[in-house]
Protein backbone atom coordinates (compact mmCIF):
# COMPACT_ATOMS: atom_id res chain seq x y z
CA UNK A 1 0.00 0.00 0.00
CA UNK A 2 1.25 3.53 -0.62
CA UNK A 3 1.32 5.80 1.85
CA UNK A 4 1.45 9.22 0.21
CA UNK A 5 -1.16 12.15 0.01
CA UNK A 6 -0.94 15.10 -2.43
CA UNK A 7 -3.27 18.27 -1.63
CA UNK A 8 -4.39 20.72 -3.88
CA UNK A 9 -4.66 24.35 -3.37
CA UNK A 10 -7.22 25.71 -0.70
CA UNK A 11 -9.10 28.89 -0.85
CA UNK A 12 -10.36 30.61 1.59
CA UNK A 13 -12.29 34.40 1.75
CA UNK A 14 -10.11 37.14 2.81
CA UNK A 15 -11.14 37.05 6.27
CA UNK A 16 -10.07 34.07 6.98
CA UNK A 17 -6.80 34.76 5.76
CA UNK A 18 -3.92 34.27 8.25
CA UNK A 19 -6.04 32.84 10.92
CA UNK A 20 -4.37 29.25 10.97
CA UNK A 21 -7.54 27.67 9.47
CA UNK A 22 -6.11 26.68 6.38
CA UNK A 23 -3.49 24.82 8.36
CA UNK A 24 -5.50 23.30 11.03
CA UNK A 25 -8.13 21.77 7.83
CA UNK A 26 -5.08 20.42 6.43
CA UNK A 27 -3.70 18.70 9.70
CA UNK A 28 -7.20 17.46 10.14
CA UNK A 29 -7.40 16.15 6.31
CA UNK A 30 -3.89 14.30 6.93
CA UNK A 31 -4.05 12.73 10.22
CA UNK A 32 -8.19 11.12 9.11
CA UNK A 33 -6.35 10.02 5.92
CA UNK A 34 -3.14 8.51 7.56
CA UNK A 35 -5.53 7.07 10.14
CA UNK A 36 -9.42 6.23 9.47
CA UNK A 37 -8.34 5.61 5.60
CA UNK A 38 -5.21 3.63 5.80
Do not use: D, P
Amino acid sequence: MRRQVEIGSTWLGRAWWGAGINREAKRLLLEHAFTELA
